[in-house]
């Protein structure tokens, strides 16, 4: 479990450093997953040395939305001033995302 976690968070630091070094204006917890997406593809991670941890933030991911959660309790009043412009860029943007999810879709069948 222990080099399961050291890979996970090698990873991590490593998208830490590259925006850090780069200053890509990514997230590092994104270039850290594609940073362990590469290695798992190149097969320098094996998927046996990361699946049982990977596996227990999986079957727990709804845990990690709490603190989310709780701190959106704070701007309630203002979600409740504000809830139709909330709810129109949530349907709009939906949409949207659907729309040009297809297309792309399409786009790829094609080739």
């Known amino acids: 479990m222990i080099i399961q976690c ?4 090698g990873c991590l630091a490593l ?3 590259l925006v850090w070094l780069t200053g890509i204006k990514l997230p590092s917890s994104i270039i850290g ?3 362990l997406t590469l290695l798992l593809k190149l097969k320098i991670v094996k ?3 990361v699946e049982r941890l990977s596996n227990f ?5 709804g845990f990690f939305f709490v603190p989310a959660a709780v701190s959106l309790m704070l701007y309630f009043d203002i979600i409740k001033a504000q809830w139709l412009p909330i709810l129109g860029a949530s349907a709009i943007s939906t949409i949207l995302v659907i ?4 297309w792309i879709h399409q786009l790829m069948r094609r080739i």
């Open 6 to 9: 050291a890979i996970i968070f």
């Open 15 to 17: 998208g830490e450093l």
């Open 33 to 35: 997953m594609l940073i």
């Open 47 to 49: 998927l046996r040395q």
């Open 57 to 61: 933030l999986v079957k727990n991911l």
């Open 99 to 102: 729309i040009v999810t297809g």
